[in-house]
């Protein structure tokens, strides 16, 4: 009977899964494992817009040629052709090309409605310019075509840049103090801990035990309750996460339609339970260690 | 193995005053004197739970008041130690409890089970391996603690009126155990109120009062 009674086990020679409790540390951990999950997710989303924006509108520039078929003001050809030379020839331009007829109206579609096809209105030539993504100065184009707009989309983009780091600095801000609190939430019950094995701890130190060895079964404790807590606050946030992605979608350029949560969301999300984890070992084991050097 | 030369233990005031005397390896002795007289203070010192204040205390060659702390858990492994209120973990089976020791010198587990099976035969509580401390007797409780004392076989074996919660007839199966590990090459300090016990069993004697040694012989 004794070799089944005597199996080998892990040891809770301190009576630690009463001391530390499986509710309030789990849940707690578990609710900052939450706001992590929201928070990391929001600053890679974040992340993710601003190099969209970047790559996106903010490499784009519009010039519109009024006349567009009249002669250059300083060169032989039309004002298109000679405006679309220089633009081509310009320093950081990646490409250009004149919008074709039906594009144009569906620019104007939007303001005049269907009516815009059958307005006989002289309409300017409108040319897209993709950037390598860096400043270019277009100044030399209006001097050719006189009354040439140039408008650039990188100015609100890069405010849109500023705003997207704004949030991941937030973000970034809110993961450091959820690390805190959770780092405070383990060493309370740990100290609790220590305060209701008291005497067990001080029996076992008698034995013999080393601080590593008293400081590794708090520690293996605390990593358990942290890292399944994270666990369950992540589960709790992915449909959240779902939800949020799908409001997300038309800042991207999508539907709002259901959204699949993006891979590097996904990636980043698993980093959470294995932090918890690691604030839980390290904060038991350096709160442990602390409390026994006052044993001899 | 056991030697005091001068030495003085303060907690808010002082309880042991300038001891000094010898135990040499293998020796029986019995620590008597009256309550207050500082005997659970001198075990204390001796399970290393409490470094002296003044003097020189040298347990296995090595002096206590150097030693770093790191080197204090290997020392206290080579010590068993039965407390008079016994000390078992009560959320822990018998086994475990007996076991304690021997996993924290991280012996193998089926050793473990081996010595620690046998020992509670020895001690007859092998039909309460799985029991916990609270559903025993207070003798049983105190076979509990001897057997976890002295199942890593300690040089150094501490005794705190480990008679006190016994009848005669248990007393005496202890005190035949305390020789036995005596014989087996232990060195034995027994602290005790039992004045029958001690002429029952003649031995060297230290007397403390007053936390003073007045007798040593």
Known sequence: MTRALLRPRRSDDFGLRRALSDRLLPVLVGAMAFLAALALAGALAASGLARHWRQGAGALLTVQVPQPGAPAADAPGTRIDRVLALIRATKGVAGARVLGDDELLGLLRPWLGEAAGRIALPLPAVIEVRTKGEQVDLAGVVATAPGTLVEADAAWTQRLEVLARSLQACAGLVLAVVAFVSTAVVAVATRAGLAARRDAIETVHGLGATDAYIASRFARRATTLAGFGALAGLALAVPVLAELTRLAAPLTGQPAAPQAIPLEIWLGLPALPLAAAAIGWLTAHGTVRRWLRRLP | MVRLDRVG??????????????????????????????????????????????????????????????????????????????????????????????????????????????????VGLSRKLQVRPAELSGGEQQRVAIARAVVARPLLLLADEPTGNLDEVQAERLMQLLHEMNRLGATVIVATHNTGLVARHPAHTLRLEEGHLIRDD
């Open chain 2, 9 to 122: 233990l303060d907690y808010r005031v002082a309880v042991l005053h300038d001891l000094s005397f010898e135990v040499p390896q293998g020796d029986f002795r019995w620590l008597v004197g009256p309550s207050g007289a500082g005997k659970t203070s001198l075990l204390r010192l001796l399970h290393l739970a409490a470094r002296p204040s003044r003097g020189r205390l040298c347990l296995f060659d090595r002096d206590i008041g150097r030693a770093r702390r790191a080197e204090l858990p290997l020392l206290r492994r080579r010590i068993g130690m039965v407390f008079q209120d016994f000390r078992l973990l009560p959320h822990l089976s018998v086994f475990d409890n007996v076991a304690l020791p021997l996993r924290i010198a991280g012996r193998p587990e089926g050793q473990i089970r081996v010595d620690v099976v046998e020992l509670l035969s020895w």
